[in-house]
């Protein structure tokens, strides 16, 4: 069972940055890509950023693309979303997720293709 814990989030003025981090405490972390989602209030869930089991492929929705930069280290069982120059639009409940099949080969952005699911971190930006 893969369990994943979010942390990292916070208010920040527009332009300021933030650095999230998914922890997963289990042994199979390393075998699993790994994707950020974020759901603001009255809006359906996004896609925002996905690393490869690996790590070397990354996918990011296209609002995000030179902002945030998202990295994992397998030996610490982390993924981080590095967020910079952050805009009020960026606002939202952030949840990190698990890929249902291991050793996946293409990133994968819709939901419905994350099992595994934390609890959120909150990321609020001001203007």
């Known amino acids: 069972q893969v369990q994943l814990v979010e942390s990292g989030g916070g208010l920040v003025q527009a332009g300021g940055s933030l650095r999230l981090s998914c922890v997963e405490s289990?042994?199979?972390?390393?075998?699993?890509?790994i994707g950020w989602f974020r759901q603001a209030p009255g809006k359906e869930r996004e896609f925002v950023a996905a690393?490869?089991?690996?790590?070397?492929?990354?996918k990011y929705v296209d609002s995000v693309k030179g902002r945030f930069t998202i990295s994992r280290d397998n030996a610490k069982n982390t993924v981080f979303l590095q967020m910079n120059s952050l805009k009020p639009e960026d606002t939202a409940v952030y949840y990190c997720?698990?890929?249902?099949?291991?050793?996946?080969?293409?990133?994968?952005?819709?939901?419905?293709?994350?099992?595994?699911w934390g609890r959120g971190t909150q990321v609020t930006v001001s203007s």
């Open positions: 289990g042994r199979t972390f390393s075998i699993y890509t």
């Open positions: 690393v490869s089991w690996r790590g070397g492929s990354t």
């Open positions: 997720a698990a890929d249902r099949v291991p050793w996946v080969l293409e990133i994968r952005t819709t939901g419905s293709s994350y099992d595994y």
